[in-house]
């Protein structure tokens, strides 16, 4: 019997996800993969570390990926600016960038604007500014975008093992991926090929794949090697993005519409609407609480739902003096409702998410 499971990584089968023919949707003309969008960033440090000159300074959202920011403490000084999820535009009297300075944009759960950025860019064109479109790669802000640089995580959205795509809508010089192809990307494929077994019943010990999964992780995370895996180089173009997208769309939009019309004395969804043409990341909630939030965790992992933190502060020691943005860290959690799942899914997670009491 085929088991049901819901959220943690992507598995992979060929049959409900590739199309007969290169998909026509939209791409940058010019662009490069990389193994993860973390290297790609690095790799742009490289191209704009001038020889002889202090460390680039990046400013970052102080809500954000906190293992991205302990990576660019590496080789960046890292300061951060207010911009919370909740909050229609950036803090820009907290954004003090100069003249040379680089500014990651991020298009937080898919749900930000473009405008509130285009503005300040052009009051500051002395700045590098880098989009994030990891939250929605294909939206409309990152097609039309006028960034210096924009990068985007696409596993994080795509069933492939690994990929960060890196484009300059300014038509500026990119930078190249350093050493050889990652072996984590074929760990991970290798993972998402034995989940799919799992999913369908097969005879397959579960730690064996997750096991898999963290190792492949761990590689990956290793920028000394940033080459795109030649899976996902080839597999990329294949995938039927315009259906996942649509998909997505559909189960978020249902699963937003029940938790508005059976609200929760427990929690709360993140954002009610969203542009035009834009899809979210996933169904995003609020608790009440740090101790409801891990406590409806648990019982969801308990229920074969398996919901993420987007984002931990602090994640191995990092974070930022930003009171907001620890706190929303404490209470907020990612519901997955992506392209994997039919409004049956999403109807199911809900009917269990109702039924939770601390």
């Not at 920011?69 to 207010?82: G, I, M, P, Q, S």
Request: aromatic share 12%.
């Amino acid at each position: 019997m085929k088991r049901w499971e819901i959220g943690s990584d992507f598995d992979y089968s060929t049959a409900d996800l590739l199309m007969s023919a290169p998909s026509l949707f939209w791409l940058p003309k010019k662009y490069q993969l990389f193994s993860t969008a973390t290297a790609s960033i690095l790799a742009l440090k490289i191209l704009l570390q001038k020889k002889k000159t202090p460390t680039l300074k990046i400013h970052v959202p102080a809500f954000y990926c906190m293992s991205l920011v302990r990576k660019l403490k590496t080789a960046f000084e890292v300061c951060c600016y207010r911009d919370l999820p909740y909050e229609s535009h950036p803090d820009f009297a907290t954004l003090r960038a100069k003249p040379g300075d680089l500014v990651i944009a991020v298009n937080l759960f898919g749900i930000k604007s473009q405008k509130p950025w285009t503005k300040w860019q052009q009051e500051n064109q002395n700045v590098v500014l880098i989009e994030d479109h990891t939250h929605d790669p294909f939206s409309p802000w990152a097609k039309n975008s006028t960034a210096d640089y924009a990068v985007s995580s696409l596993h994080k959205t795509l069933p492939i093992p690994d990929g960060g795509i890196l484009w300059s809508p300014q038509n500026l010089a990119l930078p190249e991926p350093l050493g050889l192809e990652s072996s984590g990307a074929n760990l991970r494929l290798t993972s998402m090929v034995l989940k799919r077994a799992y999913l369908n019943g097969m005879t397959i010990n579960k730690e064996d794949y997750l096991r898999l999964s963290i190792d492949g992780q761990n590689q990956l995370d290793d920028e000394s090697n940033s080459v795109v895996s030649t899976f996902t180089r080839n597999i990329f173009p294949l995938l039927n993005i315009r259906n996942f997208r649509q998909k997505r769309a559909d189960n978020i939009r249902k699963f937003i519409h029940l938790s508005l019309n059976q609200p929760s004395l427990y929690w709360k969804p993140l954002f009610e609407t969203w542009a035009e043409d834009t899809v979210p990341f996933n169904s995003i909630i609020i608790c009440q609480s740090p101790e409801i939030r891990d406590s409806l965790r648990q019982y969801l992992i308990s229920s074969n739902i398996f919901p993420a933190i987007h984002w931990r502060q602090p994640y191995d020691g990092v974070s930022f003096d930003e009171p907001d943005a620890i706190a929303l860290s404490e209470e907020i959690l990612t519901i997955p409702t992506d392209q994997r799942y039919d409004l049956t899914d999403i109807f199911c997670v809900f009917k269990i998410l109702n039924q939770f009491t601390p």
